[in-house]
């Protein structure tokens, strides 16, 4: 309607310039083929496609004087001398793939290349043999090429040139006078008619060429075997079924007339390789558009009973085509007509209009309709029901005639809104209404039921078109907001994110097929309506939509919108679609559709910009690659460049694809071909690609590429599990360490007990042995005093021994608070005591005593076993010097070591007696076993002039 009411603003100027535009149009019965152009600006190397060849892995081959060329379907690749080693030359003049799929390339100075597995081996230039003109395969490895100076044999893999002998056959295929048919013969066009022989037998008889002394450069066959025939100067000649020649040159598209050679796509394309216009495609339209109706805008479209087709064109007028040919009528003062309806019941047409409302055919000519005032100048739709009546849309509401007089529906009498766009009736007789801003209704037994897009049914209220279908099943068209559907009760939504090529919905029909035709400014499509049916049930994400446009045959992707009735149905099951630039037409039941899966193949591996396959001629990859550690983060990206070989519709193909091993799902690519990822972990991958072509057939079988990312050296499995043994190891050694330093505490705190008790035990059997002894000696003494009271003489001398060993327990007692003090731990309280012991027992019994020794001593800490066991062992010695040597005089000697104390105590008596007697006493016993229990050491022996020296070495700290 946006656009109606745009277009609704053309007046009278419009109309002049209009009439001024169509005098200048001329009928034209249009070709019933499509030619497509690609040039240099396209990729190809050269504007003259002087050889064409499809090789078995699909692609198509040119050879030009620039190079030679490898296309897809959608891109060139360009290989010559400066980026192909091997390649001789640049003018490729001839091209042939042989039975074992190796690609021959002639040249232009007569050399003659091999082309395997992207390697090219050179044969040269055959002496006296000139350029290569024709080959046949004669056998396996058996090859004849023709030159203009004899024949080349190629066989197992040796190359001889037989000068000046011929070849009837290949000098025939040379001449083009002869082209082998599929069929099993051959065609000959020499001097006389084009002719089709099988087994000997004339099989066809195409008449005079009708290209006349034109020059023939090359020739082949279509896929049903009709002959096609490129022509220096007339362009290409088409044999149909019917005998019938058709010319294609520069009046049906062709680039240029001069054709340099020919060669049928295995999908039914013919390419044309021409002189100076680049490479064409020629196909068979799709759609019809020779029925002679001139290219201008049509908006509404009608039959009537005699087979004649009226037309509306807005602002053009309306007019009216049969086989007489095309007449315009006059639409009132402002000639706009916008909707036309043929009434095959009352013989009559009737047409709306924008500004003047409704118009009907009589006396040959189109007057208002009596009565119908009430509807308004704005007519919008126009739709006869199974009936008769006649419902009109329009700006005031919904209009009904039923032959004797106009009925007026509005939002008076339920109707959601006055603006009514689109009409339509449903298999059980119900009315469907469209509005303008206001959604849909239905109306059935005089009562609307009425739909709004606030209410969670239709997609949009702006409502362009409706089409009932079979099936209790209702199709909305929406300007802007997609396809609706109306099926058990409720609306379903459609789109472009679900697939559709636009929407904005301009008409909507369906076919016998099962499909839909939907038009819209971006192009026709045809949606089955079960993939409909799928995406609305959820068992699809997305419908396969095919898109018509001027590739096909329409005269311009976009359809016509704002009038109903718009498309049109026969009997015979065409359908006829109108747009801004004409009508065009065809029978879906002879669709063919491309039913050859793409071919997928990868073209291009960049690793960081790098390209991992240096020699791009052979199209095949290995089954995997390998990719070496990676650098910089942010810079290390893998791109897979992959193509599909479909030559129907190219740019219709549509990809997904996948990296197994790091991503799950499929990735939608639309048309890109290209897959792009940042910088892989290390692993193993599986790249796949799939391609779905312009009719829904997809290449199950999708391209597959193991890709194998390299790990660094610190991301291998040996680096990572020796990394991990030896944080284990670390773990286990720090482990057992703590465990080790925990049971070291827990010793050294036994052993602490154990010294603590040990320490305690001694106390306690110093105190028992020698303060018990002498205080119950003491206690005796005291009762033997008592007992001798009358004795003076022994309480005297019981008087003494209690006062003597009062002293020796005083002195026991010091010695055991001695030994017990901590603060006497160290190396020099042990010194001072022994000497001061010493001196004074020295002293008491009147031995000279000498004490030779440091004068500073370090502060060394020693443990309190150590230290009592080295003075009773030094004060035994000590003692044995009063009794037992009769010396006069002692001497005392310390001497510090590197972890040990040597304390020496020599006297001048007697000695040691003959033969070491006296090692064995049980004091000497005593004192070997208390240095060896502090891990000392204790000796015994004579000195030099009489005497003995005892030697005691106990361990102390390191710190001398």
């Known amino acids: 309607m946006k656009k109606s009411s745009r277009m609704r603003e053309f007046g009278l100027p419009a109309f002049l310039v209009a009439l001024a535009w169509y005098a200048l149009m001329t009928a034209s019965f249009g070709s019933p083929f499509i030619v497509s152009t690609w040039g240099v600006e396209e990729g190809l190397p050269d504007s003259e496609a002087v050889s064409l060849a499809q090789t078995r892995d699909g692609y198509l081959w040119i050879g030009t004087l620039h190079g030679l060329a490898r296309f897809d379907g959608d891109r060139f690749t360009v290989f010559n001398q400066m980026n192909t080693p091997g390649l001789t030359s640049d003018q490729i003049v001839f091209l042939f793939e042989d039975s074992a799929g190796n690609l021959w390339a002639g040249t232009d100075a007569g050399g003659l290349l091999r082309i395997r597995e992207g390697m090219i081996k050179n044969f040269g230039e055959p002496a006296g043999g000139g350029k290569i003109l024709a080959a046949q395969q004669e056998g396996p490895g058996d090859i004849l090429f023709a030159t203009s100076g004899g024949v080349i044999r190629y066989h197992d893999g040796r190359m001889n040139f037989y000068g000046g002998v011929a070849s009837p056959l290949l000098a025939g295929l040379a001449s083009r006078s002869i082209v082998p048919s599929k069929a099993g013969g051959f065609w000959e066009m ?32 279509d896929s049903r075997t009709n002959l096609i025939v490129g022509t220096l100067g007339k362009g290409v000649f088409w044999l149909d079924s019917h005998g019938h020649w058709r010319n294609v040159s520069t009046n049906q598209g062709l680039s240029s007339p001069f054709v340099l050679s020919l060669c049928m796509d295995r999908e039914g394309g013919l390419w044309v390789g021409t002189d100076s216009g680049g490479l064409d495609r020629i196909k068979p339209k799709t759609f019809d558009t020779s029925m002679g109706i001139p290219t201008r805008s049509v908006q509404s479209l009608s039959r009537d009973d005699a087979g004649g087709w009226w037309m509306a064109s807005g602002a053009l007028g309306l007019s009216y085509w049969n086989t007489n040919g095309l007449r315009q009528y006059h639409i009132g003062p402002l000639q706009d007509a916008w909707e036309v309806l043929a009434d095959q019941r009352r013989q009559t047409v009737w ?33 006869q029901d199974g009936g008769g009546n006649l419902w009109v849309g329009c700006r005031n509401g919904l209009g009904k005639f039923d032959g004797q007089e106009w009925t007026l529906f509005t939002t008076r009498n339920g109707l959601s809104g006055n603006a009514v ?32 897009a606030a209410e969670g ?7 362009s078109c409706l089409y009932a279908a079979r099936n209790a099943t209702v199709w909305a068209g929406t300007f802007g907001h997609g396809l609706a559907r109306f099926k058990g009760g409720k609306w379903e939504s459609f789109s472009t994110q679900m697939g559709l090529a636009s929407d904005s919905i301009s008409y909507i029909t369906g076919d016998a097929e099962g499909y839909l035709w939907i038009g819209s400014v971006a192009g026709l499509m045809r949606v089955r309506e079960q993939s409909l049916d799928d995406v609305a049930a959820g068992r699809a994400k997305t419908v396969f939509c095919r898109t018509y446009g001027k590739a096909d045959g329409l005269p311009t992707r976009e359809c016509s919108a704002g009038s109903e009735p718009s498309v049109c149905g026969t009997a015979d099951g065409r359908l006829w679609f109108p747009t801004i630039q004409g009508v065009a037409s065809l029978n879906p039941a002879t669709l063919r559709p491309n039913l050859e899966r793409p071919t997928l193949m990868i073209e291009r591996i960049l690793v960081d910009g790098r390209e991992m396959k240096t020699n791009r001629l052979a199209s095949a990859w290995p089954e995997k690659i390998e990719i070496g550690p990676g650098g910089d983060q942010s810079r290390d990206e893998l791109e897979i460049d992959y193509t599909a ?88 050694l720090i482990v057992r ?40 000696q003491v206690a005796l003494l005291g009762e033997m005093a008592e007992a001798d009271k009358n004795a003076p003489e022994e309480i005297e001398s019981h008087a ?20 017990v003090n901590p603060a006497n ?107 060896e229990e502090i891990g000392g050491e204790f000796s015994i022996g004579s000195q030099k002039g009489g005497g003995a020296a005892v030697r005691l070495t106990a361990p102390i700290a390191r710190t001398i």
């Not at 047409?351 to 119908?372: E, I, M, W, Y």
């Not at 003494?800 to 030994?819: F, H, K, Y």
Request: glycine residues 10%; contains cysteine; aromatic residues 8%.
């Open 190 to 221: 020499l001097n006389g008619p084009v002719e089709e022989w099988r087994r000997s037998r004339l099989a066809r008889n195409a008449g005079l060429p009708p290209w006349g002394n034109a020059i023939i450069t090359s020739a082949c066959e």
């Open 351 to 383: 047409v709306g209009t924008r500004d003047q409302g409704l118009f009907k055919l009589q006396d040959n000519q189109f007057v208002p309709v009596q009565g119908s005032s009430i509807l308004g100048p704005q007519i919008f739709a126009l739709f």
């Open 421 to 452: 766009t689109a009409i339509g009736q449903d298999e059980s007789g119900t009315l469907w209404i469209g509005t303008e801003g206001a959604g849909a209704d239905a109306l059935k037994d005089g009562k609307f039921t009425s739909w709004r």
């Open 457 to 463: 049914g239709l997609p949009g209220d702006d409502i």
């Open 645 to 732: 070989l479909d030559f129907s519709e190219p740019k219709l193909v549509r990809f997904k694809y996948r990296l197994a091993g790091y991503q799950g799902d499929w990735t939608p690519a639309g048309s890109e071909r290209v897959a792009r990822y940042p910088k892989l972990p290390p692993g193993d991958y599986d790249f796949q690609a799939a391609a779905i072509n312009e009719d829904g057939i997809e290449n199950t079988n999708a391209v597959s590429l193991r890709v194998i990312v390299l790990p660094a050296f610190w991301q291998t499995w040996r680096f990572r599990g020796g990394g991990l043994i030896l944080l284990l190891g670390i773990v286990v």
């Open 737 to 776: 360490y703590l465990s080790t330093q925990k049971l070291q505490r827990q010793l050294e705190a036994h052993r602490q007990r154990e010294a603590l008790e040990g320490e305690r035990a001694r106390i306690a059997r110093d105190l028992h042995d020698q303060l018990g002894a002498n205080l119950t």
């Open 800 to 819: 003494r021994q209690i006062s003597q060993t009062a002293r020796e327990t005083t002195g026991a007692l010091d010695e055991i608070v001695w030994a």
């Open 825 to 931: 731990d160290t190396l020099e309280g042990l010194a001072s005591y022994a000497f001061k012991y010493a001196q004074e027992f020295f002293s008491l019994a009147g031995v000279r005593c000498r004490v030779d020794a440091p004068a500073e001593l370090p502060t060394v800490s020693i443990p309190p076993e150590v230290r009592h066991n080295v003075f009773l062992a030094f004060k035994e010695a000590v003692n044995n010097v009063v009794k037992h040597a009769q010396a006069t005089e002692a001497q005392i000697r310390l001497r510090l070591q590197p972890g040990r104390l040597d304390l020496e105590i020599a006297d001048d008596g007697r000695g040691l007696p003959a033969g070491g007697g006296g090692q064995d006493r049980s004091g000497l016993r005593n004192m070997r076993r208390r240095m």
